[in-house]
């Protein structure tokens, strides 16, 4: 069973850089993650799930939350199977937990109920 793994939060101040990445447990390595659709999600305190970034299998079509874009860049590193989030230009806003999630089709939707596997998530906090 494909199980989806995100690493890299932690605490950073207003204004930085931090990376998040997204890969398969070691029970499901070999599961190609290159052939899905990956989003990013978060969930601050109090506040329903929204969608961040997104990848398509279609040319590795991408897509933006209008609150990130130009600050947030989601990559794919084929060779590692895995799916990058770089966020640069950070704001206090941008704190909350981050979830990495699977869904098939090309279709680069930043809709939760669109995807099907979701990570346990990782937090990271940007102070001010």
């Known amino acids: 069973q494909l199980q989806v793994v995100e690493s890299g939060g932690g605490l950073v101040e207003a204004g930085g850089s931090l990376s998040l990445s997204c890969g398969t447990s070691?029970?499901?390595?070999?599961?190609?993650?290159?052939?899905?659709?990956i989003g990013w999600f978060r969930q601050a305190p109090g506040k329903e799930r929204e969608g961040v970034a997104s990848?398509?299998?279609?040319?590795?079509?991408?897509n933006y939350a209008a609150s990130v874009k130009g600050r947030f860049t989601i990559t794919r590193d084929r060779a590692r199977n895995t799916v990058h989030l770089q966020m640069d230009n950070l704001k206090p806003e941008d704190t909350g937990v981050y979830y990495c999630?699977?869904?098939?089709?090309?279709?680069?939707?930043?809709?939760?109920?669109?995807?099907?596997?979701w990570g346990q998530g990782t937090q990271f906090t940007v102070a001010s």
């Open positions: 999630a699977v869904k098939s089709g090309p279709t680069e939707y930043l809709i939760p109920s669109c995807y099907n596997t």
């Open positions: 990848i398509s299998t279609d040319e590795d079509k991408t």
């Open positions: 070691a029970s499901a390595s070999g599961f190609p993650l290159n052939a899905y659709t």
